[in-house]
């Protein structure tokens, strides 16, 4: 079996015509298609490049969002989500309009990390300088369902010499904390 690439990646949303604005106005993403679903829900389609589309349910009795459970709480700080949640997505731009992004974001008042991220294999995993170790470029930023987005431009193709870790075993079950060693009285 091979794949050819995403179809669409399906998210939830908690207001479809703020969605619309936000994707097709602020994003440039054309709306293609849109279906009404037997039980009163919606789901919309985005043409997001490449062949690529990205497609939102809604329903008016959707549970609410979790912040750092199914999506993340704040960038950078808390980046972590739990098992089996959507982290966020990233988008292929080219370098150069990265910047831009940057101020087309601002000025429609979208929350956004203020910078252009380097990704390195450094400590960190980030520079403030460009240098030849960077091998992505990213902005970030979230929707108005609280959904993190990222633009990402490679600075280079990835390969074999970029795979230079172990992946890592199954979460560790959390144990009950050791009680405390009681004498008894003799």
Request: proline share 9%.
């Amino acid at each position: 079996m091979r794949t050819n690439g995403i179809n669409h990646l399906a998210l939830v949303c908690k207001d479809m015509a703020e969605t619309v604005a936000f994707y097709q106005d602020i994003l440039g993403m054309p709306l293609v298609k849109t279906v009404a679903l037997p039980d009163g829900g919606q789901h919309f389609f985005f043409d997001c490049g490449g062949g690529n589309l990205l497609a939102f349910f809604w329903w008016d009795n959707a549970p609410d969002a979790a912040p750092g459970i199914a999506s993340v709480a704040h960038f950078p700080t808390k980046p972590m989500t739990a098992v089996g949640s959507m982290n966020h997505v990233a988008f292929t731009v080219d370098e150069a309009e990265l910047a831009p992004c940057v101020e087309r974001l601002e000025a429609a008042g979208v929350p956004v990390l203020p910078v252009v991220v380097n990704h390195d294999d450094s400590k960190y995993g980030v520079s403030e300088e460009l240098h030849p170790g960077v091998f992505v470029r990213s902005v970030y930023f979230t929707d108005p369902n609280g959904i993190m987005l990222e633009f990402a431009a490679l600075t280079r193709p990835l390969g074999p010499g970029d795979v230079n870790h172990e992946p890592a075993g199954a979460k560790t079950p959390q144990t009950a904390p050791a009680k405390s060693a009681q004498t008894e009285p003799a």
